[in-house]
């Protein structure tokens, strides 16, 4: 009876204690392939994620990229389970958006959404599903 019990516990909590892995590449094409969209994230904690981006649109005329390794241009929180809210810094002009996304566990799906645009020039898809 106790060892019935414990593994029912052992596997309702693992259930229900396991966190979203959002660590690594994520990417997105367009359907005509003319635009790309490609993020890596770090998990720097429980509940916040960084990273880098690099967006690819017009055949590669536009490119709009994170090229310093040591910075972040993606900051975000999890505001709700598998939901997600920050900032994006297009490398344009070096200004910032806010984001949103949303992550789909059973497909390890991740729905990005550009919810207010950086100032001035940038290339960065309004709205996205990655995968892996």
């Known amino acids: ?34 635009q790309q969209f490609k993020i890596e994230l770090e998990q720097i904690n429980e509940k916040e994620y960084r990273g880098s981006h690099c967006a690819i649109f017009d055949n590669g005329e536009r490119i709009d990229c994170n090229s ?10 999890e505001i709700t389970k598998d939901n997600f809210a920050g900032t994006i810094e ?21 729905h990005f959404k550009l919810t207010k645009n950086p100032s001035g020039i940038f290339y960065l898809p309004p709205e996205a599903i990655l995968t892996r």
């Open 1 to 34: 009876m106790k060892l019935k019990l414990c593994l029912v516990l052992a596997v309702f909590c693992s259930f229900f204690m396991r966190a979203q892995n959002l660590e690594g590449s994520w990417k997105w094409t367009s359907p005509d392939g003319s």
């Open 68 to 77: 310093d390794q040591d910075t972040f241009s993606i900051v975000m929180l």
């Open 90 to 110: 297009s490398s344009y002009e070096r200004s910032q958006g806010k984001i949103r996304m949303q992550y789909h566990d059973q497909e390890d799906l991740l």
